[in-house]
T-cell receptor, first 113, second 113 residues
């Protein structure tokens, strides 16, 4: 099955700086990649996603880039704020049936005021 | 409109016991998926049900079973509980069988002692 690796496991940035989280995947047929934000004690929430027919997608301060050749995708958060502090998970959808997602191990982001 | 609801929110069980977790999807969503999230890890796929049929099963032992009812709500059952079953169990609902972004419930925190 698909294998998703995520780095770094922890990340601390000063408020206002940018944060980048990177993920790689193993199955070149994978074609949909969501990102989830999970605040402490809460459920994962979808924050942005990208399909394999585009290379970049932006939503205000958040962007995701995809390099299909290298099989990696990244989450970029600009002008970070304390409320961005959370655990972020990348995921790849199983390409054949589309009935499950393979998640990375998570990145704990701390934004220091 | 209610989101994905799960019950109970917390549960403590003894090794060897059985547990049933419940999930109600968003109104109109016909697909329910179950994930196990061990502390410090990303969610791992257990089952997907769509239109009351099992559509996918992750790498979990037969002690794990699930079903979906005519109203699309779902139950996850775990028999012969082990300490390693302690985790946050997340239910996710989506409109279609082939999933794009999920909406997760808040989860059931299961502790096995």
């Amino acid at each position: 099955g698909e294998n998703v690796e995520q780095h770094p496991s922890t990340l601390s940035v000063q408020e206002g700086d940018s944060a980048v989280i990177k993920c790689t995947y193993s199955d070149s047929a994978s074609n949909y990649f969501p990102w989830y934000k999970q605040e402490l004690g809460k459920r994962p929430q979808l924050i942005i996603d990208i399909r394999s027919n585009v290379g970049e997608k932006k939503d205000q301060r958040i962007a995701v880039t995809l390099n299909k050749t290298a099989k990696h995708f990244s989450l970029h958060i600009t002008e970070t704020q304390p409320e961005d502090s959370a655990v972020y998970f990348c995921a790849a959808r199983e390409p054949n049936t589309g009935n499950q997602f393979y998640f990375g191990t998570g990145t704990s982001l701390t934004v220091i005021p | 409109d209610a989101g994905v609801t799960q019950s109970p929110t917390h549960l403590i069980k003894t090794r060897g016991q059985q547990v049933t977790l419940r999930c109600s999807p968003i109104s109109g969503h016909k697909s329910v998926s179950w994930y196990q999230q061990v502390l410090g890890q990303g969610p791992q796929f257990i089952f997907q049900y769509y239109e009351k049929e099992e559509r996918g099963r992750g790498n979990f032992p037969d002690r794990f079973s699930a079903r979906q009812f005519p109203n699309y709500s779902s139950e996850l059952n775990v028999n012969a509980l082990l300490l390693g079953d302690s985790a946050l169990y997340l239910c996710a609902s989506s409109l279609a069988e082939r999933n794009y972004g999920y909406t997760f419930g808040s989860g059931t925190r299961l502790t096995v002692v």
